[in-house]
């Protein structure tokens, strides 16, 4: 049982929009940043977002996150076949000193 | 180019013991807090362990606290995780990862392919 909560999949057409939503407490997403990561299949996970919006160098302007609360949110828009994977939120929880992740949401563009 | 490569993942019987290196490169090691996350076969990322850039604060996960171990050689760019008393529940990936630097949040930018630790009689 994670201690964020992710949707287990998602799946949309390919130039939709798609939303992974990540719901947590007040002492991790209400108290700090998200971060959301891909994985795609057999690979390490790849940073996405950071502090709740925030994009790396490198990284589409399709992918976008927002926070509000409790709880946070992935976007992704022109969805493409390479857009297939598992994809994890994750941030700081003041409770446990740990850093936590949600279960993950499997994202199939049919 | 930053790179993080594991090694020293294997077969081990339960309640044996196992030493993760990860060796960095194309950045200032010294630099950067690192993190041990893990994966199980089949299941979600599981933060493991967190050391500071200076080796000074240090922070692990509550599955694992009291059995495993995160150091660091800032002088070697290396990272290690002393796994001790391994449960079959331990099996899973190892990734070491950087932390992002200059962020807010704990965001995990550059990480290892991760080196298996498999548990089992």
């Known amino acids: 049982q994670s201690v964020l909560t992710q949707p287990p999949s998602v799946s949309a057409a390919p130039g939709q929009k798609v939303t992974i939503s990540c719901s947590g407490s007040s002492s991790n997403i209400g108290n700090d940043y998200v971060s959301w990561y891909q994985q795609l299949p057999g690979t390490a996970p790849k940073l996405l977002i950071y502090d709740n919006n925030k994009r790396p160098s490198g990284i589409p302007d399709r992918f976008s996150g927002s926070k509000s609360g409790t709880s946070a949110t992935l976007g992704i828009t022109g969805l493409q076949t390479g857009d297939e994977a598992d994809y994890y939120c994750?941030?700081?929880?003041?409770?446990?000193?740990?850093?936590?992740f949600g279960g993950g949401t499997k994202l199939t563009v049919l | 180019e930053v790179q993080l490569v594991e090694s020293g993942g294997g077969l081990v019987q339960p309640g044996g013991s196992l030493r993760l290196s990860c060796a960095a490169s194309?950045?200032?090691?010294?630099?950067?807090?690192m993190n041990w996350v893990r994966q199980a076969p089949g299941k979600g990322l599981e933060w493991v362990s967190y050391?500071?850039?200076?080796?000074?604060?240090?922070y692990y996960a509550d599955s694992v606290m009291g059995r495993f171990t995160v150091s660091r050689d800032n002088a070697k760019n290396s990272l290690y995780l002393q796994m001790n008393s391994l449960r079959a529940e331990d099996t899973a990936v190892y990734y070491c990862?950087?932390?992002?630097?200059?962020?807010?949040?704990?965001?995990?930018?550059?990480w290892g392919q991760g080196t298996l630790v498999t548990v089992s009689s």
């Open positions: 990862a950087r932390e992002l630097f200059g962020d807010y949040g704990r965001s995990f930018d550059y």
């Open positions: 194309g950045f200032t090691f010294s630099s950067y807090e």
């Open positions: 050391i500071h850039s200076g080796g000074s604060t240090i």
């Open positions: 994750g941030t700081w929880d003041s409770n446990l000193s740990a850093v936590v």
